[in-house]
């Protein structure tokens, strides 16, 4: 069994819990926490499940000094990435497998600066470690699916990957209406939304499609559109929007491929389902991610992923944490590294099938 530890317990967190106690080859060992008020809980609790027999600690010198084979590094960095990188390389130098969904730049780790990549690789050295940085979108819905759905075509002249969500769903406030801007003026400028950032974040998944396709990207594009509410709406998780507020947003990343837009990253993003209903919608409910193989034949696919009672964005998290903790397996035997999604396979559910918790 591989000593597995998951660190932080939001909404990555909770899933990745479920996720290790569920796969046949990983055990875990330990749970770290940065809220006070979370230390001394069983990780079962924390994750909505049985106690598990495993009690949270935010004591990180001591579970990495226990050296674990495996980190899940479940916190957030989206508004703390040099924290998040500064821990993820004390564990991978430590000698863990770490894998993440934290940094985006890492998610085409050849192409990442090296100011980032340099302090992974030396931790790697050092230690005897590795990472994996993946997730959903950024991740498996714009880099192994659209590359898999794209075998099937016989022509395929545009690769368009979507996700399609309800914000109102996805339990975090601070990046909801301040990195994205929901409920804000539409001349307040979301840092989520500035010229550049969604080519930081997603550019690498656009570059990850071009070279499983063999092909090169001549530049990234971006495009970007906004609509405010028309009425104030209250949601159940996040209070409510004011009408004149942001209250949906499409934008693209582009990859452009012979002066064309050859493989395109769109979003689609709306606080509540009456703002920009002329817009892509998921084919039910809150949520979807979609890829759309433009070509001969036409292909499209969407995936709807729920957990946590329906909850979309749940799903999401889970899909991603499903991903992350599948490949720990695989990285145990293979050699030190830093690895990316073209790398670590994605492989059937081997050993789960009917084995729920209880």
Not at 192 to 215: C, E, F, K, N, Y
Request: proline share 7%; glycine share 12%; net charge negative.
């Amino acid at each position: 069994m591989i000593a597995t530890v998951v660190w932080g317990t939001g909404n990555v967190g909770r899933a990745a819990i479920r996720a290790v106690e569920a796969h046949p080859e990983l055990k875990l060992t330990a749970v770290l926490v940065h809220n006070p008020d979370k230390v001394g809980q069983d990780a079962g609790a924390l994750a909505g499940v049985g106690d598990l027999g495993v009690t949270a600690t935010d004591d990180v010198e001591a579970v990495l000094a226990a050296s674990p084979r495996a980190v899940v590094y479940a916190a957030s960095g989206d508004v703390r990435f040099d924290d998040a990188l500064a821990d993820i390389v004390r564990a991978v130098g430590a000698g863990a497998i770490v894998v993440t969904p934290a940094l985006y730049p890492l998610y085409d780790q050849r192409n990442a600066p090296p100011e980032l990549r340099d302090p992974v690789l030396a931790a790697i050295k050092d230690g005897g470690g590795s990472l994996f940085v993946s997730g959903v979108d950024p991740g498996w819905g714009n880099d192994v699916l659209p590359l898999l759905i794209s075998g099937l075509g016989t022509d395929v002249d545009v690769i368009r990957c979507q996700e399609i969500f309800d914000y109102s769903t996805y339990e975090q406030p601070d990046s909801v209406r301040y990195l994205v801007g929901m409920g804000q003026p539409l001349d307040y400028d979301p840092p989520m939304l500035m010229t550049g950032v969604p080519s930081m974040v997603w550019g690498g998944q656009v570059r990850l499609i071009a070279r499983g396709l063999g092909v090169e990207v001549d530049e990234l594009r971006e495009t970007l559109h906004r609509r405010p509410l028309e009425e104030t709406v209250s949601t159940r998780t996040m209070g409510e929007f004011e009408k004149g507020t942001q209250g949906a947003v499409r934008f693209e990343v582009q990859g452009i491929v012979d002066g064309e837009p050859r493989i395109v990253i769109e979003h689609v993003t709306r606080i509540h389902p009456s703002c920009a209903p002329d817009w892509p919608t998921p084919p039910s409910g809150d949520g979807a991610h979609r890829v759309i193989i433009e070509g001969r034949p036409r292909i499209e696919v969407s995936i709807e992923s729920s957990d946590e009672g329906e909850n979309r964005s749940a799903g999401g998290n889970a899909t991603a944490v499903g991903r992350l903790v599948g490949a720990i397996d695989w990285l145990a035997g293979a050699a030190p590294g830093l690895y990316d999604a073209l790398d670590v396979p994605l492989r059937p559910a081997a050993g789960k099938l009917g084995r729920r918790r209880s």
